[in-house]
């Protein structure tokens, strides 16, 4: 069986920037830096506010150019030297890539009221590790898929047995505790991480069980409820009282 690759044009911006990463130095270890420890919300509202005044001014947003393709949450990225050309930023924050942290900051909702938030490239760059495993795997073996435990009919977990990789240690930033892992899309290879967990803590603790619909988005709930957005994923649905993967 032949399978469909999904590199799109709209994550060369990333890919990049994981790129200057790895010609550096591994970004796994940038996460025990104290500037990436530091709670993100001084830095947001700081930023939040330059892109607010910048809106005003100017009319249009401070964000890099993107391809139509690229993923919703790794779509705005903003673009700090526009803040600090115009005075409105006097730095760059210090867990941003660009001052050497692991965080890239995007804009989400951009119609209708531009929010700050951050993607984690540590768990951006271990995505594409494995993505590379998987891809290797399926090509060796003639198509088959390197799957673990089915979650559905579309979706399992990565069997990093199976392509000779000890999986990484990246921890979720909804709870820094719990380790991410990693599905696999069993018709295009195509690796997510896996944000059932999250999403679910976040439906418990908010009593919002209730309040869902069966046609909405539950990655949106992250978005709402942290300072994060959730990179290198896919839509996820409520069935049978859980989040469930969907393509």
């Known amino acids: 069986m032949k399978v469909k690759r999904q590199r799109t044009q709209g994550r060369s911006l990333l890919l990049a920037l994981i790129l200057v990463i790895l010609l550096t130095g591994c970004a796994y270890p940038q996460e025990l830096r104290k500037e990436n420890q530091i709670n993100p919300a ?27 393709t690229t993923p919703l949450y790794e779509k705005y990225v903003i673009d700090f030297p526009k803040l600090k050309k115009t005075n409105l930023l006097s730095a760059v924050p210090a867990n941003a890539f660009e001052s050497g942290g692991v965080f890239i900051y995007v804009l989400v909702d951009v119609e209708t009221k531009p929010t700050v938030k951050l993607m984690d490239l ?24 390197p799957q673990g435990v089915a ?95 969907q393509n």
């Open 122 to 145: 540590s768990a951006y760059q271990s995505v594409e590790d494995v993505q590379k495993k998987v891809n290797d795997y399926i090509a060796k073996h003639g198509g088959n898929m």
């Open 42 to 68: 001084e830095f947001i509202t700081v930023v939040g506010q330059a892109v607010d005044t910048y809106h005003e001014k100017t009319g249009v947003l401070p964000i890099k150019n993107s391809e139509m």
């Open 151 to 245: 979650i559905n009919d579309a979706f399992a977990y990565v069997d990093f047995k199976l392509i000779g990789m000890k999986e990484p240690d990246i921890k979720s930033v909804y709870n820094r505790k719990n380790a991410i892992t990693y599905i696999l899309n069993k018709q295009t290879g195509e690796v997510a991480i896996d944000y059932a967990m999250d999403i679910n803590t976040f439906i418990k603790n908010n009593a919002l069980e209730n309040s869902l619909k069966p046609d909405q988005d539950l990655r949106q709930i992250l978005v709402d409820k942290s300072y994060f957005v959730p990179i290198r994923s896919v839509s996820y649905a409520w069935k049978d009282n859980q989040p469930m993967p």
